[in-house]
Every structure is written in structure tokens, then in C-alpha cells.
């Protein structure tokens, strides 16, 4: 049980480039999440999905995108890459239970993204 | 809507001093509130939650937090600091709805000194 796994742990872009972070959960949950973490901000919410097809925005989705295809992965798709996302991308899961207010949520080891 | 406060965004012990990490909520439906650990370069760990049975929470590694709805707090505290327990510790409050989104403080360094 290998729980949040994430990919790549450290990439460089450039300005305008486009790439894929790449996240994966074995433990049949059904919310994922990305979040973005910055000194002095904590975490803020990137967009989220409560199962296979359902996607919504969270409090910054500008510049990125996501797809949920499957209940296992949870791809966050950074468009044109700008200076201003360079960041701690990190992905998180949770069973989700009836309200789903009171889940623990399980985080992945985070990808350390810099554009240039 | 949900926001989280923490108040000292470092903080430093002495080894086997209290450890006291504050957090104020502020929440327009009963919260369920969140404690994360994380260590150097590492993911956030759960430490506790609660989620409305006590107020008074026991988590891992020795640490608990209190509720108090009055105060609109949920502090950490651990009796006695160790060493191991420097990292950065975030409260996080479950924002209204189904959907598990969490919103969280700021975070605070903890240091603990020999």
C-alpha cells in the first residue's frame, strides 16, 4: 500500500511551457485534491475532485487544469507555466464519508516546481 | 465562510518545555478542525482532528488540542518538547459542504533547542 504517490518530486520549467504533475492514490479513496503551498501562506486549494468525472475549483485554479478519469489518479495540468506558480504542488486524498467534513485527508510528498 | 488563524508563525522551546501552538477558527457551521505535522521536505501528517464528540483531542506523538468554542480555538499542546518534534505545524478548519476542502493557517515553526 504505497497510499499518495507523486511525480515528478522536482521539476524546472521555463516561462510558457506546459507540463503535467502526476498523482496517484491505491486506496480506493474517492476526493483527491491538489493544493499549492508558499512560504507564509500555508496551503491553498488548487481544485479538487469528489470521484471518477467530477472536478470543481478550489480557491486558486487559474492556470491550471485537472481530469479525473479514473479513482486511482488526479493529474494537475499546468497550462503556460508563469513565474508566479513556482511552488510546492502537493496532492491529497480522502475516503469521503457522507458530509465529508471530517475526513483525514492523506498527503503525498509534494513536487517542488520552479519556472523560470 | 471558514478562515484560520495562527498566531507566531515561529516558535521556540527549550527541550522538555510545553509546547503551545495557537489557532483561532472562525467558521459559519461547526467546524471540523485539523492539526498537520510536516517534517523537512515531507508531506503533512495528520496529528488530530475533531470532529464535534470531545473537545479535548489526543493525537500522535504526545500531542493534544482542546476545543473551545467561546474562544473559537483550538490550541496545540504537548507537555513536554522533544527534539524530534521540530517541524512546521499547520491548523486547518473543513470548509461547508460535502466536498472536503480544506482550508488552512499560515503555519508555525517550531524549534525546539537543546
Known amino acids: 500500500n504505497a497510499g499518495v504517490t507523486q511525480t515528478p518530486k522536482f521539476q524546472v520549467l521555463k516561462t510558457g511551457q506546459s507540463m503535467t504533475l502526476q498523482c496517484a492514490q491505491d486506496?480506493?479513496?474517492?476526493?483527491m485534491s491538489w493544493y499549492r503551498q508558499d512560504p507564509g501562506m500555508g496551503l491553498r486549494l488548487i481544485h479538487y475532485s469528489v470521484g471518477a468525472g467530477i472536478t470543481d475549483q478550489g480557491e486558486v485554479p487559474n492556470g491550471y487544469n485537472v481530469s479525473r478519469s479514473t479513482t486511482e489518479d488526479f493529474p494537475l495540468r499546468l497550462l503556460s507555466a508563469a513565474p508566479s506558480q513556482t511552488s510546492v504542488y502537493f496532492c491529497?486524498?480522502?475516503?469521503?464519508?457522507?458530509?465529508?467534513?471530517?475526513?483525514?485527508?492523506?498527503f503525498g510528498p509534494g513536487t517542488r516546481l520552479t519556472v523560470l | 465562510a471558514q478562515s484560520v488563524t495562527q498566531l507566531g508563525s515561529h516558535v521556540s522551546v527549550s527541550e522538555g518545555a510545553l509546547v503551545l501552538l495557537r489557532c483561532n477558527y472562525s467558521s459559519s457551521v461547526p467546524p471540523y478542525l485539523f492539526w498537520y505535522v510536516q517534517y523537512p521536505n515531507q508531506g503533512l501528517q495528520l496529528l488530530l482532528k475533531y470532529t464535534s464528540a470531545a473537545t479535548l483531542v489526543k493525537g500522535i506523538n504526545g500531542f493534544e488540542a482542546e476545543f473551545k468554542k467561546s474562544e473559537t480555538s483550538f490550541h496545540l499542546t504537548k507537555p513536554s518538547a522533544h527534539m524530534s518534534d521540530a517541524a512546521e505545524y499547520f491548523c486547518a478548519v473543513s470548509k461547508g459542504g460535502a466536498t472536503n476542502k480544506l482550508i488552512f493557517g499560515t503555519g508555525t515553526l517550531l524549534a525546539v533547542q537543546p
Open positions: 486506496m480506493n479513496h474517492e476526493y
Open positions: 491529497a486524498s480522502s475516503i469521503g464519508d457522507s458530509s465529508g467534513r471530517s475526513d483525514t485527508q492523506y
